[in-house]
Nanobody, 121 residues
Framework: QVQLVESGGGLAQAGGSLRLSCAASGRTFSAYNMGWFRQAPGKEREFVAA???????TNYADSVKGRFTISRDAKATMYLQMNSLKPEDTAIYYC???????????????WGQGTQVTVSS
């Protein structure tokens, strides 16, 4: 079983920054992609960013390109550095883990419980 635990959410002002973390544990794949998704009230869950098993490939939603940066370390932890935050970034952010396919395919088998990000104007 795989466990994903997000942290780092909270309240920020527009133009501010937050850094999310996602720690993976349990019986993960030997190599795996990780990604971030978000769901705002009344909206469907949407893709935010993905990073390959090696960290060498990344993919971002157009809405966050140039503002958010996804990264991962050797200790099975993934990060999302969010800068220049906007009120429309307000959502619950979920991390996900899946097989080492292309970062453009968005195939994920495991999901975290989510962390709330609220951006005030």
């Amino acid at each position: 079983q795989v466990q994903l635990v997000e942290s780092g959410g909270g309240l920020a002002q527009a133009g501010g920054s937050l850094r999310l973390s996602c720690a993976a544990s349990g019986r993960t794949f030997s190599a795996y992609n990780m990604g971030w998704f978000r769901q705002a009230p009344g909206k469907e869950r949407e893709f935010v960013a993905a990073i390959s098993w090696s960290g060498g490939s990344t993919n971002y939603a157009d809405s966050v390109k140039g503002r958010f940066t996804i990264s991962r370390d050797a200790k099975a932890t993934m990060y999302l550095q969010m800068n220049s935050l906007k009120p429309e970034d307000t959502a619950i952010y979920y991390c996900a883990l899946g097989p080492p396919t292309s970062v453009y395919t968005n195939i994920y088998n495991y999901w975290g419980q989510g962390t709330q990000v609220t951006v005030s104007s």
